[in-house]
């Protein structure tokens, strides 16, 4: 393999593509010595790449009815787009100060065009000479690519990866690690998704921090955004359709009300297009009036073809079954056979092996599979498949299309997963309820026959697909607070950064409901605490305060009602937690107050001998590494000193755990700030890299809990480095942290702004020592810019931090060196906060 010339990361002497079957649990064992020049594969990969030729298309005159509507086979002329195709060509222009590897994702709901454009696109770069490769997350044996087909591929190599936020996470890294991305010469990989989530958030940082990809973004906006170009192209696809269909009469062609904003996509108008061109020939039959009686004619019409088929001996399996197998394929598939078999077997679909063998044969024979070896290709294009399932549902009011009496059951059958493996399981469940997600979005009935249900005896549901699927869950009109009480114990019980501003829904709606009809302080007292904390997690600094401040004042009713152990620890921690809400709003002298208070309270309690000690031992260790923090926020760095060596102590002096080890992470890196105050600079610097070799770790292993506080953990490194006059391994250091926040930031702009403002504030102060003065304005204005707009909502809290970088900027346009070029010392929160 030949070396990359960028700088990034590159295997030395081997390069292992994959490991193992994506759809199994099954565990690899591999052991590779020597140099090895070229690709090194083992077992079954997770995915293929296949060369995108210029194949002949299928002929237009032999695809039915619902065929012309799929983007693959490209019957409607490419229209439009021309803005995004500049964009895309200049994207894909080799140039020597754009780096050689490149990723560009489209994002866009069902229907926009996505798949269209990036073919277009495709054909575009294969014609510039550039070799194109299509990724299929696909276990068979990748398609090999001729070397001569290579040899003429001279201008580089272009990757396409379509339905982007479906994939497994592991599997896009493993992807972008493919040696083949890593060849000589430039590369680029366009990702094609319905929507942008923390999946995306997660993988930009990860292609930009280690394999030093530039990574960029665009939303696809509608094709056609008023009426005149709707027109435009509804006619023009009619045109095309009526070349195709016979008896079609282009006359007689009527369009609907274009100025409705359903027809905004490329799918609905060219469906409207092809059911009036279809019903042209015969003046008795009625158009379609709507997008749902459009989508119904053409399934009535995928109906008849199976029964043509069947009549004709091509398949022998009954419509019924088939009609069940498309709909467990709009929910699952595609898969690969086996996998298929687990899931038509699951599902009751055939009732012995040998029926299944046939029911799915015979399914591809109605339905293609895209892929070698793949079965249960689902209806095409997707928003047909949606409206198939929707249609096939009880509850809806559409009485032309009867629903299905069995398709409930196969649906909860789906979910259940029974008889899968582990891995099988849990990525059918979430395929499965990410479909049902989008389509109850737009068909109520979907939710409340279905859906929900399902939820309510299995609520472990709710977080399988993600927190932006639980998201669209929690949005449907018939969630109530029964159900939701039934989901909390299954959301992530700390920071999930996926999951943060789902959870803070979800758990406001309860503590409305609970705290209505519960007088007991205790209660209260923890209600408050768990709202205040998944506040302060969404970002929601004020609200998370009050929160905490009626914690503080239940926990002293409980323990003015019974004093107790367990009455004088709960209100401990609601001190503990204010203490942390009240220095997030830079109010350091009554967070002090509340922190020391918390620490009087927990001392008698953790010296007790009693069983409960060790409990309180760790709330005490977190007690104090926040009261240490309090300390030196007022420059009492003596007794901020002693405060966090207790923690430190305390934290290493139990038995191991994993909340000791997050707790010792935070003690260390607020223990660094204490030393570098003290003017103890090499000792800080050396313990900060403690706390950042834990963080490291853990959001390796769970990025979206971790990564915020590696984040925290680098600004101090790099301050650190900075003091001892190490201002490259500074520079370093905050630009991962600022490239961290960002992608934070993206996914929830309140938790992470501040945090991203005051880190680009320090970096500014680094860049301007190494004389990297246009840099460093640019990280200072934007820095000024966030703090401006939280300035105006509190002026109490930021307008000093707002007056300072104003100064620098100030100092900085008259070319005068900043008045304060390292100030920010954000801390590490108890991680329990």
């Known amino acids: 393999m030949n070396r990359d010339r960028s700088d990034a990361p590159a295997p030395a002497g081997y390069a292992l593509t994959n490991t193992g079957d994506a759809w199994t649990d099954a565990p690899a064992s591999i052991a590779i010595s020597g140099l090895v020049h070229g690709d090194v594969t083992l077992g079954l990969p997770r995915y293929r790449l296949t060369a995108l030729a210029g194949r002949a298309a299928r002929p237009a005159e032999t695809l039915r009815l619902a065929e012309l509507l799929d983007a693959r086979h490209r019957v409607v002329p490419f229209l439009g787009r021309e803005e995004e195709q500049r964009a895309l060509g200049e994207w894909l222009t080799a140039r020597r100060d754009r780096p050689d590897r490149a990723v560009q994702l ?17 054909d575009t770069a294969r014609k510039a000479g550039w070799e194109v490769l299509r990724a299929y997350l696909d276990p068979g044996e990748p398609d090999r690519v001729g070397t001569a087909d290579r040899r003429r591929a001279t201008a580089g190599l272009l990757v396409l990866v379509d339905y982007g936020d479906w994939w497994p996470g592991s599997d896009l890294r493993a992807l972008f690690t493919d040696p083949r991305l890593h060849r000589e010469g430039p590369v680029r990989v366009l990702v094609l998704a319905r929507a942008v989530g923390y999946w995306w958030q997660a993988l930009r940082h990860w292609l930009r921090a280690t394999l030093r990809m530039a990574v960029d973004e665009f939303e696809l906006t ?4 008023d009426a005149d170009a709707r027109e435009r192209l509804f006619h023009a696809a009619a045109a095309r359709f009526a070349a195709l269909i016979s008896h079609s009469r282009i006359d007689a062609v009527r369009a609907p009300d274009l100025s409705d904003p359903a027809y905004g996509s490329a799918l609905s108008l060219q469906l409207a297009a092809l059911v009036a061109v279809a019903v042209s020939h015969d003046r008795t039959l009625r158009v379609p009036a709507t997008l749902v009686d459009m989508f119904g004619y053409l399934l009535d019409r995928e109906v008849a073809h199976w029964r043509q088929l069947l009549a004709g001996d091509a398949v022998t399996t009954g419509v019924e079954q088939l009609d069940r197998a498309v709909l467990v394929a709009i929910l699952a598939g595609p898969v690969p056979y086996y996998v298929g078999q687990s899931v038509a077997g699951c599902a009751g679909v055939g009732s012995e092996p040998g029926r299944v063998a046939q029911l799915l044969a015979d399914h591809s024979i109605c339905y293609p599979p895209r892929n070698a070896g793949w079965v249960l290709e689902p209806l095409q294009p997707d928003r047909l498949g949606e409206a198939y399932l929707a249609l096939a549902l009880p509850g809806h009011r559409w009485s032309s299309y009867a629903p299905k009496p069995w398709a409930v059951g196969v649906v909860r059958a789906v979910l259940s997963g029974a008889g899968m493996s582990t891995a099988q399981a849990a990525r059918v469940r979430a395929g499965a309820l990410t479909v049902l997600a989008e389509v109850a979005a737009g068909w109520p009935h979907v939710a409340t026959t279905v859906l929900l249900p399902a939820l309510r005896d299995d609520p472990t549901l709710a977080t399988a697909a993600g927190g932006a699927v639980l998201a669209k869950i929690v949005d449907l009109p018939d969630v109530d607070v029964e159900l939701l009480a039934r989901i909390e114990p299954f959301l992530p019980p700390r920071r999930h950064v996926d999951f943060d501003n789902v959870a803070c829904e979800v758990v406001a709606r309860l503590a409305a ?11 209260r007292a923890r209600l408050h605490i768990a709202y205040g904390r998944r506040l302060a997690n969404a970002g929601d600094r004020r609200a998370a305060l009050a929160q905490t401040d009626l914690a503080v004042a239940a926990g002293n009713a409980a323990v003015a009602a019974t004093a107790s152990p367990e009455t004088f620890a709960l209100l401990a921690l609601a001190l503990h937690l204010r203490a942390h809400r009240l220095a997030a709003l830079t109010r350091y002298p009554a967070a002090l107050a509340s922190a020391r208070r918390a620490v009087d309270l927990l001392t008698p309690l953790a010296e007790d001998p009693g069983d409960e000690a060790e409990s309180y031992r760790w709330a005490l260790a977190e007690a104090l590494d926040n009261l240490a923090l309090r300390l030196s926020h007022v420059k009492r760095h003596d007794e901020a000193e ?6 430190v102590e305390l ?22 700030v204490i030393e570098a105050h003290r003017g103890r600079r090499e000792e800080a610097l050396a313990t900060v890299r403690e706390a950042e070799r834990i963080w490291r770790r853990l959001s390796h292993d769970e990025p979206s809990v971790y990564r915020p506080e590696l984040a925290l953990a680098l600004n101090t490194v790099s301050l650190r480095h900075a003091e001892l006059g190490q201002l490259n391994a500074a520079v370093t250091a905050a630009e991962e942290s600022v490239g961290i926040l960002r992608d934070l930031v993206r996914a929830n702009a309140a938790a992470f702004e501040l945090d991203l403002a005051a880190v680009l504030a320090n970096l500014s102060g680094h860049l301007w020592q190494l004389d990297r003065r ?5 990280c200072n204005a934007e820095a000024e810019e966030v703090f401006g707009r939280w300035g105006g909502a509190n002026p109490q809290a930021f307008s000093l931090h707002l007056r300072r970088l104003r100064e620098n900027i100030k100092a900085m346009l008259a070319t005068q060196s900043p008045v304060d070029l390292r100030r920010w010392e954000l801390g590490a929160q108890s991680f329990n906060s």
């Open 222 to 225: 509608p094709l056609a955004p």
């Open 513 to 523: 409901d609970r705290l209505a009809r519960n007088p007991d302080p205790v209660e």
């Open 642 to 647: 002693e405060a966090g060596r207790r923690a």
């Open 106 to 122: 489209i994002h866009a709901p069902g229907g926009q065009g996505k798949t269209r454009l990036a073919d277009q696109f495709a």
């Open 774 to 778: 246009t840099e460093a304005f640019q």
């Open 651 to 672: 934290f290493t002096a139990g038995r191991r755990s994993a909340r000791g080890e997050r707790g010792l992470a935070g003690a260390f890196a607020n223990l660094a």
